[in-house]
């Protein structure tokens, strides 16, 4: 596009993931102009670039968007880039309209509308969904800089495999999901140390059969309007979410080496909570991810990184959205198969808007 032309939708969706392609799915069934914005090369990069062993812990079953069904038996467990094609699949199917390689750089209001720039780009919007995912940044503890240059530091997004690690032991920081199968996977070459705070499991008799009782159960009951939804939240926020499919005992099995929280640096080697300091070659941080606003100049939107919304509706920036944040509804709201649920009633909400700001327009460039 050249230099002075506008584009305008009447929506912006930012993120070409989950979220924005069902997200996409209800937009394009109600006949809505709009544009799914990724910053990805190709659909489903995002699952591409994960650590190469990775297999999604909810059940094919569990794992279709809106209008397609995962391709797979019910109770098989999809690689990360089986994910990726069905993605890249559903995109091909109900035609919608992606454009990759559209990092946002900003999101401000300018006379009544939305305007994004991305690419080089100015797009505008009567209304924008947020689908960037569940928290893009990792979060690393401010200590890492003071570990020894000979320690190589990964992140569990940076982690691709065990041939990435040097010879020697291995710590992996955080004992989440992704934190208990990446130390299980250095635990085959490395001797391997698994650090942090137990986020619980899930029992295995309620996970029997593939999960097909959780996951309805999730679904259904671990949500914001339930007294039992409400403190699996309060739990989750203030320690993390538990161990799906896999028990800290499998952990254990395979080798791995519990340890307590990693609180700092003693002569360049991380400290343990119960003062030992443990001599790794490698630190693999499995410590979360932060959320990053601060492209989004708008009100409802603090210093700190937080977003005050309802269900997603942002408060105080009318026709701004959220899709695929972390118990936006309820406890799968972040996972494949619960973002259908938010999505169909964000495009809900989003449409009776629609239909207070007047009659639809289609996208449009300066001088038409």
């Known amino acids: 596009m050249s230099e002075g032309t506008r584009e305008r939708h009447e929506v912006i969706v930012i993120g070409g993931g989950q979220a924005g ?10 006949g809505v102009d709009f544009v799914v914005l990724d910053a990805n090369a190709r659909t489903g990069d995002t699952w591409r670039n994960r650590w190469d062993s990775l297999r999604l812990f909810t059940p094919a079953v569990h794992d279709g968007l809106p209008g397609l069904p995962f391709p797979a038996a019910a109770n098989a467990f999809p690689t990360k880039d089986e994910m990726a094609d069905y993605l890249e699949e559903y995109v091909r199917r109900f035609d919608l309209p992606v454009r990759h390689g559209m990092a946002v750089e900003g999101l401000t209001a300018e006379d009544g509308h939305y305007v994004v ?25 401010a200590f890492a800089s003071e570990l020894a ?50 986020t619980g499991q899930v029992p295995a008799p309620v996970y029997a059969a593939n999960g097909r009782f959780f996951w309805w159960f999730a679904s259904h009951i671990l949500t914001r309007n339930t007294p039992i939804g409400r403190k699996a939240l309060t739990k989750i926020e203030s320690g993390g979410g538990p161990l799906i499919r896999l028990r800290m005992a499998d952990v254990v099995a395979a080798g791995v080496e519990r340890a307590p929280r990693t609180v700092g640096v003693r002569e360049g080697r991380p400290l343990l ?4 300091v443990l001599d790794v070659s490698n630190v693999v941080w499995a410590t979360g991810f932060a959320a990053d606003y601060s492209w989004i100049r708008l009100p409802g939107f603090g210093d700190d990184g937080t977003v005050t919304h309802e269900r997603g509706v942002v408060t105080g920036s009318p026709g701004l959205y959220f899709v695929g944040l972390p118990f936006q509804s309820g406890f799968t ?7 259908e649920r938010d999505a169909r009633r964000i495009v809900d909400v989003l449409a009776t808007a629609r239909h207070r700001l007047g ?3 289609r996208a449009t460039a300066a001088g038409e």
Do not use: K
């Open 21 to 30: 392609l069902a997200t996409g799915y209800f937009l394009s069934r109600r």
């Open 273 to 276: 909570d119960d003062g030992r």
């Open 359 to 361: 009659t639809p327009h």
């Open 149 to 198: 240059p000979r320690i190589r530091q990964l992140t569990a997004a940076e982690y691709r495999n065990a041939g990435q690690l040097l010879d020697g032991g291995v710590l992996v920081v955080g004992a989440g999901n992704s934190g208990a199968e990446i130390a299980m996977e250095a635990a085959a070459g490395h001797q391997t140390w698994l650090s942090g705070r137990g």
């Open 333 to 339: 709201s972040a996972f494949i198969g619960g973002v």
């Open 117 to 141: 720039t991305a690419g080089g780009q100015r797009l505008e919007a009567d209304q924008v969904v947020v689908a960037t995912g569940a928290y893009p940044v990792a979060r690393v503890p």
